[in-house]
T-cell receptor, first 115, second 116 residues
């Protein structure tokens, strides 16, 4: 079965500092996609960053970057220069390249950015 | 682009009544829509997948007769909670995939359902 594990239920970081959120996954597929979603208090799901498994280069979106270790099945999110608006629940998610298109979510990490 | 709306954003209904939640893709055609349920401080739980013009595929443990899903057009899917009970109170979120980039889902803002 395909699973996504986020081992950090809660994290805290000071404004302007850097924080890394962990995510591991398990799959036997070779073609798949990984995502980090942010859910702020408004509860709107926002795509932060995505990574295609066939790409060796780690994805980057402004202050957000990932460390994708395919062999280790690890997909961590680094947030640089943390801002108060980054306070949210962060979900790691996986989707295989097959026909189902089902997103499999981790349990989430609640990130609090402290002023 | 890729905006998904949900209506209503918040609904209160009495136990035993039915309530319908709409999910619309505003600027793209959605071949597939997904319905999730989320309890406080928990992750999203997929309830069902619906494709336009065909019956929804429900996840294991989800009651088909209680949660009726209709995907009548490429821009609209509805979730009807029938004979609602207090335990159906939750946050319901829909998402949609466009024809291109099938793997990326665009999420609606969610609907908070409270059954009294």
């Amino acid at each position: 079965a395909q699973t996504v594990t986020q081992s950090q239920p809660e994290m805290s970081v000071q404004e302007a500092e850097t924080v890394t959120l962990s995510c591991t996954y398990d799959t036997s597929e070779s073609n798949y996609y990984l995502f980090w979603y942010k859910q702020p208090p408004s509860r709107q799901m926002i795509l932060v960053i995505r990574q295609e498994a066939y790409k060796q280069q780690n994805a980057t979106e402004n202050r957000f970057s990932v460390n994708f270790q395919k062999a280790a099945k690890s997909f961590s999110l680094k947030i640089s220069d943390s801002q108060l608006g980054d306070t949210a629940m962060y979900f790691c998610a996986f989707i295989d390249g097959g026909a189902t298109n089902k997103l499999i979510f981790g349990t989430g990490t609640l990130l609090a950015v402290q002023p | 682009g890729a905006v998904v709306s949900q209506h209503p954003s918040w609904v209160i209904c009495k136990s035993g009544t039915s309530v319908k939640i709409e999910c619309r893709s505003l600027d793209f055609q959605a071949t597939t829509m997904f319905w999730y349920r989320q309890f406080p401080k928990q992750s999203l739980m997929l309830m069902a997948t619906s494709n336009e013009g065909s019956k929804a595929t429900y996840e294991q443990g989800v009651e088909k007769d209680k949660f009726l899903i209709n995907h009548a057009s490429l821009t609209l899917s509805t979730l009807t909670v029938t004979s609602a009970h207090p335990e159906d109170s939750s946050f319901y979120i829909c998402s949609a995939t466009a024809r291109q980039g099938l793997y990326e889902q665009y999420f609606g803002p969610g609907t908070r359902l409270t059954v009294t």
